[in-house]
């Protein structure tokens, strides 16, 4: 079985990143055509994927818009019941992470990251059949199962087509997606929330049923549309992509592209791993707390509910925009750790801001700036973690140790 693993991830990597020498090496690339060859990876690649993310986080999170939907008094989530369901996504994420991006290493992006969609696309459809504490919970186990290899699996694959000094503003336009999806995800509410009684459902049952059905749906062009390697890519010409294997070549991310199990755990015992983990979940505590309960500290100011659905959208919509202007001049400034720490205190002072205030308008202010603060960094902690790892291999679990998300 070993062997039939090598044999595969080695015809797999030679696809993906092996090439004779003489297919890198040549006259110099000037400047000019890199970055004509990068616009167009973007054009093709970035559009794609973060659409796949928006769906994801969307799927994730809209458990908070069904909560102040209706969902937590026909449900009976009295207490701590609510939190419990929301958390308990994340123990089957964390755990299938490594497995999941081990298994887009051995099978081609184009068909591991569709299925995987179809898979959790369809526990979320399902999940408005869902009427008790306890069918939300296991709905909850198997989306976490299912949505694991997502994230983890696109920072992976944006390595293999981009250098260490190109990816943060990529990786930030990806995250965005997740901003995108928060406000995308209220504006949803409020227009499903009025299909109550329709089928005979409640309108937080149809929040989940339409969002699944959509993810179905992608996942399925998802099969026909997703590039897997540089190489392979039909949008690019033979000089092109001679161009970015050279780009990838000189940035010495072609290391370790053989499948062996020895990579795997040399990154997971890996020092400078656990210390991305640590500070990875110093940051995705407040995201979540922002994306699961953003709508309910809106209702708890006293809006009415389909209200506290549209005025979720204005945070994620500055989040969004910060994460993409952070990732791009972090990558110009080849900076990490300063934004890092700099978005942290933002959103630590916007959080004091929650946590003091009782005025309406000084405590959403608050959730804007906690919003503003935590999202970029994200992104650029994840290209930092990224850039620290060695070959291809060892990316992979390093990737999923920080990419809880």
Not at 99 to 107: D, E, Q, T, W
Not at 145 to 157: D, K, M, N, Q, R
Not at 208 to 232: R, S
Not at 296 to 301: F, M, S, W
């Amino acid at each position: 079985m070993s062997e039939d693993l090598k044999e595969k991830s080695g015809s797999a990597d030679q696809i993906s990143l092996s090439r004779p020498a003489s297919y890198v090496e040549g006259a110099q690339v000037d400047e000019a055509a890199k970055q004509r060859v990068l616009r167009k990876m973007d054009w093709h690649l970035l559009p794609f994927i973060s659409m796949l993310y928006l769906l994801s986080f969307l799927d994730r999170a809209n458990i908070g818009n069904a909560r102040i939907a209706g969902m937590a008094v026909d449900a009976h989530l009295d207490g701590l019941k609510y939190n419990v369901v929301a958390a308990v996504f994340f123990i089957p994420y964390a755990l299938a992470e490594v497995p999941s991006n081990v298994c887009l290493k051995l099978f081609r992006p184009s068909r591991w990251i569709p299925t995987i969609m179809i898979a959790w696309g369809l526990v979320m459809t399902l999940m408005c059949l869902c009427k008790t504490y306890e069918s939300l919970i296991i709905a909850r186990v198997f989306l976490g199962l299912a949505e694991a290899g997502l994230f983890p699996g696109i920072t992976f694959y944006l390595s293999l087509w981009y250098r260490r000094q190109d990816v943060a503003r990529r990786i930030a336009i990806f995250f965005s997606a997740a901003t995108v999806a928060g406000a995308f995800g209220g504006l949803l509410a409020y227009g499903i929330e009025h299909m109550e009684g329709i089928g005979g459902l409640h309108g937080w049952q149809w929040i989940f049923c339409l969002e699944g059905i959509v993810t179905v749906v992608v996942a399925f062009a998802a099969y026909f549309y997703m590039h897997d390697y540089p190489e392979t890519a039909k949008f690019l010409t033979e000089e092109e992509r001679i161009i970015v294997v050279q780009m990838l070549k000189l940035d010495k991310q072609g290391q370790s592209t053989h499948f062996e199990y020895k990579y795997v755990w040399q990154a997971m015992l890996g020092y400078k791993t656990w210390v991305q983990v640590g500070i990875y979940i110093g940051v995705l505590v407040p995201v979540y707390a922002i994306a699961l309960f953003t709508p309910t500290i809106v209702k708890a100011l006293h809006y009415s509910a389909a209200n506290a659905q549209l005025l979720t959208v204005p945070p994620f919509v500055a989040g969004c925009i910060c994460t993409i202007l952070v990732g791009i001049y972090s990558d110009k400034l080849n900076l990490r750790g300063p934004f890092i720490i700099g978005g942290c205190l933002v959103s630590i002072t916007g959080y004091i801001i929650l946590i003091s205030q009782s005025r309406p308008g000084v405590s959403y202010f608050g959730a804007i700036l906690a919003a503003v603060g935590v999202y970029p960094t994200i992104a650029v902690n994840l290209a930092w973690a990224g850039s620290m790892a060695g070959g291809d291999i060892c990316k992979v679990p390093s990737r999923c140790g920080t990419t809880i998300d």
